[in-house]
Every structure is written in structure tokens, then in C-alpha cells.
């Protein structure tokens, strides 16, 4: 194949302007990070203000009508088959990325930055005394802004299908109402087997008194024999754990603390550091080429969930990690064994807070904001009828009251962020790591020894092969096929929740 040096041109120009808003990106996800761990309450407006300037910016350049000539000049050369694999690919992200942006208007992208900027304060404000009537008025705001996104971006059948497509490329309600119906009827069975088994794990390993200090010890230990490069990267504090990366040799990741519960901060630590290991594995040539992404948001969850769920609350973990926690904390865990630990942090309990939820019960939180979300987007249902609805659904699905608005609708800073259809990616993210999982045990089959002697490189080697190093090349389906010779099929989550809980429950 010959390339022209028109084509060449072309390329290196396009390059060069993605290149600049890729940085400008993370120059803005700095500020994001600092507002969410270092920021003091009273700088939320300039942040505001700060935040809407630099998105402003980077939509301009995103929307400059040069890329729009490039990509069309760039795309009749890829139909003769001028360009090489990788650039089409770059091709397509980048036409993706200009489609979407060029049908929202300025002033609409600017209003959303604000918006969510303050309603982000106003969440944190409204949590913290309990009180809805605090952040409904912005949420209002918001929620307008998110429907008039959709009818700008265009959707076939729901305007809920436009903002889905955001955050897992392709998604749709048709195609998720089906999968999430069946993945809730499955759950609520293996409920109810649950409730008929005798066998009731204890949490009480976990709920003693932990020095702060020595649980950051433990986490970070963990951390860096999962791989994570803390010369690329740090692990701070934040009211609700997050990861964000400014390039794949700076990716920052957050916990939340709690003294008397060892597995808030600490499986929170495993779930963002299995986000970061995502992030620092996109390979240098890809960065600041706008495929130096994640592939979908379900693709970085089933990263995260993989090392949380699949490793770090297995047997063979505790074999390893127990041993190290004894010498941290002799007085609470000394005699405490991988199986009483194994128990403990498998414990299924209907309960009200999605991120210390169970793996099991954990999906139900998802179907129930992703029923709520649909309904908002589609203007079902007011702003102010949302603790009403979310607290006849927490009952409909788990069978709980709900006490407060702060441990239900106000539990989660996603909607105060604007990130409507996000939740549904959890989920998917669960469905592709226990598929990810399923052909990682087939392939290297003394993975749980090697797990039991805090030996995850073959792992992480694992992942980076198959899924990190391709960063955005491949749509979500797509790699999960590449990496496991299937498309992507429930059936692999199911089953390991099954054989799973059927161990620890006995049936
Ligand atoms: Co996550």
C-alpha cells in the first residue's frame, strides 16, 4: 500500500489536533480530580467558571470545520484502501468523537459544564444533611440539559438510547431490557436460595477497629503487587472513589475510609487500582491519539471488577493477603483463617448502599437506576417524585425500606455529574470480566496457586495482551470477542455466581 503526502499531510495534521485536545482533556481532568480530593467548599464556583472556559475550548477545537474536512479528505483515501489498519481506526474514533460534538451546541456544553459543577457542590451539601430539596433545583437543570443532549445527538427508538451510546458505544434499551430482565429474574433465584441455606458467614473479621493509617499500608501492598506503578501514578481520598488518568504514566486512583469496616477502603482500593492497571497499560504510541482510550466504560468496569470481585474475594486472596494483614493488624486477625475471610467478604445481604453492595445483590441496584434513568430522560417522571420512586423500587427489588434520602437517592454523585446511562456500564462490566475470567482460568490453568502466592503478573500480563494494549481500537463486543473467541454472553457471570455462592452457602 502507498501512502500519498497529501495523506501523509493530512494524517499528521489531524494528529497534531488531536493531539492538542486529548491534552486539554486532561488538563481539565486535573481540575476535576483536585475539586473531588483537595479542593476547599468555597472554591466550587471559580472551578465552575474554570471548568465550563477549558470544555468550551476543547469543543471548539473538536468542532473546527479543518477536522471536519480532514476526516472526509482522510476517509475517501481509507476507501481505497490507502491507509493502514490502526489509522482507519483512528479514523473512526475520531469521526465518532466529532459527530457527537458537532450536533450540541456551544452555549448547550457550557451550560452542562455549570451546571454539573454546581450540582456536584449542591450534592455533596444535600448528602451530607439529607436533604433533597437542596439538589433537586439543579438536578432539574441538569436533567433539561440531558434530554435536550439527546434530541441533539439523535436517537432511533428512546432518547435514553442517545446518552447509553456515550458511555458503551452501541448500547441500546432494546437490547439491555432483555439481558438486564434475565440477569434480575437469575438474581432474585439465587436470592431466595440464599435465604433457604442455614449458613449465614460472618462479617465480624472485617468489623473491628482499624487504624487508618495501616489499612493505607495494606491497600497501597496490594496495590503494587497487583503491578500498579506508583511512579505513575497516587492513590488519595475522596468522598466517593474514583480513577482518572492524565496519560498513561500519571493515573490517579481514590479510596474512602472507615474505621470500623476493613473492606470499604480496601475493596475499594482493589476495584480503582484494577481501573488504574487499565490506564497504565495504554500503550505510550497510542496516547495523544484519541485511541489511547478505554474501549466503552463497561470495558474499564469489567477491568475493575475482575480484580475486585473475581480475585480479590476469592479463596486463593486470602491465602495470600491474610498472612500480610496478620502482620498489620495481629490483634484483630489473629486467629482468623482464608475461609473465615473468604465468608466475610462474600456476605449477601439486601442492602441499601450500591457501592458496598454484594456481588449479587449489586446488579439489582443497577436494573433499579437504570429503570429510574430511563423514565427521567423520557420526562415519566418529575424530579421531585425521585425518593418516591426510588424507595417503592429499593422495596419492589430488595425488599427494603430506606431510611433517609442520603442512603438512597442521594447515595451517588453520577446524576450531580450529568452522567446519565453510566450505571448500566457496572453491570456490563460485571457480565465481560466473569467472561474475561471463564478464558483467563482455561489458559493459565494454576491461576488460583499462583493467586494463593500473590503472584498476578501472569494476570496483569494477561489483560494487557488482550484488552489494554488496544486502548480504543476495537469497539466493546468487538475485543471481548478477540480476547475470548466469543461474543459477549451472560451466561459466564451467572455461572460463576452460582458455583460461587453455592460453595459458600451450600447448595
Ligand atoms: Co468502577
Known amino acids: 500500500m502507498s501512502v500519498s503526502a497529501k495523506t501523509n499531510d493530512q494524517l499528521a495534521e489531524l494528529r497534531r489536533r488531536v493531539a492538542e485536545i486529548v491534552d ?12 473531588e480530593t483537595m479542593m476547599p467548599p468555597k472554591g466550587a464556583h471559580f472551578r465552575a467558571t474554570q471548568k465550563a472556559a477549558l470544555h468550551g475550548i476543547i469543543h471548539e477545537r473538536l468542532v473546527d470545520p479543518k477536522v471536519g474536512q480532514l476526516l472526509t479528505s482522510l476517509e475517501n483515501a481509507s476507501a ?3 491507509l493502514a489498519e490502526l489509522d482507519r481506526a483512528f479514523l473512526r474514533v475520531i469521526r465518532r468523537d466529532f459527530d457527537r460534538a458537532t450536533k450540541l451546541p456551544d452555549s448547550l456544553v457550557k451550560d452542562l459544564a455549570i451546571a454539573t459543577t454546581e450540582g456536584v457542590e449542591s450534592w455533596h451539601r444535600a448528602r451530607s444533611e439529607s436533604r433533597w430539596d437542596i439538589f433537586a433545583p439543579d438536578l432539574r437543570k441538569i436533567v433539561e440539559l440531558k434530554r435536550q443532549e439527546a434530541r441533539c445527538v439523535g436517537f432511533a427508538e428512546h432518547p435514553y438510547d442517545a446518552l447509553l451510546d456515550e458511555y458503551e458505544p452501541g448500547a441500546t434499551c432494546a437490547q439491555l431490557i432483555p439481558l438486564f430482565d434475565d440477569l434480575r429474574r437469575q438474581t432474585v433465584s439465587l436470592l431466595e436460595r440464599i435465604d433457604r441455606s442455614p449458613r449465614r458467614p460472618s462479617r465480624a473479621p472485617l468489623t473491628q477497629t482499624f487504624d487508618r493509617a495501616k489499612q493505607a499500608t495494606f491497600g497501597e501492598r496490594v496495590l503494587r503487587r497487583m503491578g500498579f506503578d506508583f511512579e505513575a501514578g497516587r492513590e488519595d481520598v475522596s468522598a466517593h472513589p474514583f480513577t482518572t488518568s492524565f496519560g498513561p504514566t500519571d493515573v490517579r486512583i481514590t479510596t474512602r475510609y472507615d474505621e ?3 473492606a470499604v477502603a480496601f475493596y475499594a482500593t482493589i476495584h480503582e487500582g484494577g481501573h488504574g492497571l487499565y490506564d497504565q497499560g495504554i500503550p505510550i504510541d497510542l496516547a ?3 485511541l489511547g482510550e478505554c474501549a466503552s466504560l463497561g470495558i474499564h468496569e469489567s477491568q475493575s471488577r475482575l480484580w475486585e470481585n473475581l480475585i480479590g474475594r476469592s479463596i486463593a486472596f486470602w491465602r495470600f493477603a491474610l498472612p500480610e494483614l496478620k502482620t498489620l493488624f495481629p490483634a484483630q486477625v489473629a486467629n482468623v483463617t482464608p475461609e473465615d475471610m473468604f465468608g466475610a467478604v462474600n456476605q449477601v445481604e439486601r442492602s441499601l448502599i450500591r457501592v458496598e453492595a454484594d456481588e449479587i445483590t449489586y446488579n439489582l441496584h443497577i436494573i433499579l437506576r437504570f429503570e429510574i434513568e430511563r ?3 423520557a420526562g415519566e417522571v418529575d424530579v421531585d417524585d425521585l425518593p418516591s420512586l426510588w424507595n417503592r423500587l429499593t422495596k419492589d427489588y430488595l425488599g427494603i425500606d430506606v431510611p433517609n434520602d442520603a442512603m438512597g437517592v442521594l447515595q451517588d454523585t453520577h446524576w450531580a455529574s450529568g452522567l446519565f446511562g453510566y450505571f448500566p456500564t457496572y453491570s456490563l462490566g460485571n457480565l465481560y470480566a466473569a467472561q474475561l475470567w471463564a478464558t483467563i482460568r482455561r489458559e493459565i490453568p494454576d491461576v488460583d496457586e499462583r493467586i494463593s502466592r500473590g503472584e498476578f503478573a501472569p494476570i496483569l500480563a494477561w489483560l494487557r495482551d488482550r484488552i ?3 486502548g480504543r481500537r476495537y469497539r466493546p463486543g468487538e475485543l471481548i470477542e478477540r480476547a475470548t473467541g466469543e461474543a459477549p454472553n451472560p451466561v459466564y457471570l451467572t455461572r460463576y455466581l452460582g458455583e460461587k455462592y453455592g460453595q459458600i452457602y451450600g447448595f
Open 24 to 35: 486539554l482533556g486532561q488538563a481539565a481532568a486535573v481540575l476535576g480530580w483536585d475539586q
Open 80 to 82: 481505497q484502501k490507502e
Open 260 to 262: 470500623h469496616d476493613l
Open 288 to 290: 495523544r491519539t484519541g
Open 375 to 377: 423514565r427521567i430522560i
Open 468 to 470: 489494554h494494549r488496544y
